[in-house]
């Protein structure tokens, strides 16, 4: 595991990332809070730890990486998050947008098929103090036994929008998702109108590492 260090200087790096992310259109000040209060280098190789608070995706374990502070702020803004909301999150990765999500007081529920990540994420959060429930599993079916979700954000890029993921959002749900290519996604939000109406909005393209089916040990 990362050393577990959150040192001044730490500290006053994080202060100047949520300036700058803050300055790029995040006004969200409980997702500012909670960028800035959380060790992001903690959750990253330690070969990178001088990169954490660049605003930057960067490489983590088995080809994945863990995406850039803006993007993060961007999606759970997005999310309209409110406390005690059920959220359910395909594609653990690290933790990091998990340990947001629980620090703004959500009830959520994260999901990794690769299971490097999975031992990774569900052994760090609990010693900062964030307990997600975890699972290991195909991020495609969601979790229909948990569901329904009152928000449901995907951290990878899909390539269509899984139909299963859309059955588990409340009605009056959100789902934030990035949608296209291995070269660029579409970030999509999904609210639930009803049983069978959904309202879709694109909000701008970024770049994910491709959500995949299926299990990798």
Do not use: W
Not at 101 to 119: F, H, N
Not at 148 to 161: L, R
Request: with cysteine; aromatic share 12%; net charge neutral.
């Amino acid at each position: 595991m990362a050393q577990i260090e959150d040192s001044f200087m730490h500290k006053g790096m994080r202060r100047k990332l949520v300036e700058e992310i803050r300055s790029k259109g995040i006004s969200d000040e409980q997702v500012l809070d909670a960028i800035g209060a959380i060790p992001r280098h903690l959750f990253m190789d330690n070969t990178f730890v001088q990169f954490a608070y660049v605003d930057k995706a960067f490489p983590i374990a088995v080809g994945q990486t863990i995406s850039q502070p803006y993007t993060v702020a961007f999606q759970t803004q997005a999310l309209e998050l409110k406390k005690y909301d059920k959220v359910l999150e395909v594609g653990t990765g690290s933790g990091y947008q998990a340990a947001v999500l629980c620090r703004m007081g959500a009830s959520v529920y994260t999901i990794e098929r690769q299971k490097a990540l999975y031992d990774f994420a569900r052994n760090l959060l609990p010693g900062l103090g964030y307990r997600p429930h975890f699972f290991y599993g195909d991020g495609y079916l969601g979790l229909p036994t948990y569901g329904p979700f009152d928000k449901i954000i995907v951290t990878a890029g899909a390539s269509f929008i899984p139909e299963p993921l859309k059955q588990q959002l409340k009605i009056g749900g959100i789902m934030v998702i990035p949608v296209g290519e291995r070269d660029l996604q579409i970030m999509k939000i999904i609210t639930r109108l009803s049983e069978t109406e959904y309202r879709e909005e694109d909000k701008g393209g970024f770049i994910f590492v491709p959500l995949l089916t299926g299990l990798s040990d």
